[in-house]
T-cell receptor, first 115, second 111 residues
Framework: GAVVSQHPSRVICKSGTSVKIECRSL??????MFWYRQFPKQSLMLMAT?????????EQGVEKDKFLINHASLTLSTLTVTSAHPEDSSFYIC???????????FGQGTRLTVV | DAKTTQPPSMDCAEGRAANLPCNHS???????VYWYRQIHSQGPQYIIH???NNETNEMASLIITEDRKSSTLILPHATLRDTAVYYC????????????FGQGTTLQVKP
């Protein structure tokens, strides 16, 4: 299957700082990518849809000013958690699928810990 | 997208077939059934998908009932590495990967 890569896999940051997470499609182009968040022992929750060359679409209850998404190219989307707080500590996962294909592929996830 | 119902947990003996059920009684005619799994602390892994017909690939088989209101994912010879949370998702096809996850089934493969 297609490969989606996230970086970093783990990050620890201080409260009040911002953290950027990258999601790359390595062997295909993706006009749309998706960002999910997963708290311990819970399922994945869709946060937003990242659209290449246009604004992201956020799910209800997700603060767009706190979770900044940029999709500047067909192979890269970034999620920036601004002014991070301990409650933002979570597992963040991105997904993408080759245009015209039915499958979606996931990155390996980023474990964010805010101290 | 239609809602799915899965048992919260299942056990399976190593080497035996694991049969994971999923109910999707409100599925629409243009919605596909997808299965993903998530091994602890990793991103979900695509397993298989289908619309009406049964499907098989190198990982698993997907059996969809004739009325499409339920399906079963079959891992023919479960190994310890198949221990994971398995998610059944139904969605309309399209060139997007927007998936709404339920709680899934935690499959524990035991020696």
């Amino acid at each position: 299957g297609a490969v989606v890569s996230q970086h970093p896999s783990r990050v620890i940051c201080k409260s009040g700082t911002s953290v950027k997470i990258e999601c790359r499609s390595l062997d295909f182009q993706a006009t749309t990518m998706f960002w999910y968040r997963q708290f311990p022992k819970q399922s994945l929750m869709l946060m937003a849809t990242s659209n290449e060359g246009s604004k992201a679409t956020y799910e209800q209850g997700v603060e767009k000013d706190k979770f900044l998404i940029n999709h500047a190219s067909l192979t890269l989307s970034t999620l920036t958690v601004t002014s991070a707080h301990p409650e933002d500590s979570s597992f963040y996962i991105c997904s993408a699928g080759p245009d015209g294909h039915l499958e979606a592929f996931f990155g390996q996830g980023t474990r964010l810990t805010v101290v | 997208d239609a809602k799915t119902t899965q048992p919260p947990s299942m056990d399976c003996a190593e080497g035996r077939a694991a049969n994971l059920p999923c109910n999707h009684s409100t599925i629409s005619g243009n919605e596909y059934v997808y299965w993903y799994r998530q091994i602890h602390s990793q991103g979900p892994q695509y397993i298989i998908h289908g619309l009406k017909n049964n499907e098989t690939n190198e990982m698993a088989s997907l059996i969809i009932t004739e009325d499409r209101k339920s399906s079963t994912l079959i891992l023919p010879h479960a190994t310890l590495r198949d221990t994971a949370v398995y998610y059944c998702i139904v969605r309309v096809s399209g060139n997007t990967g927007k998936l709404i996850f339920g709680q899934g089934t935690t499959l524990q493969v035991k020696p």
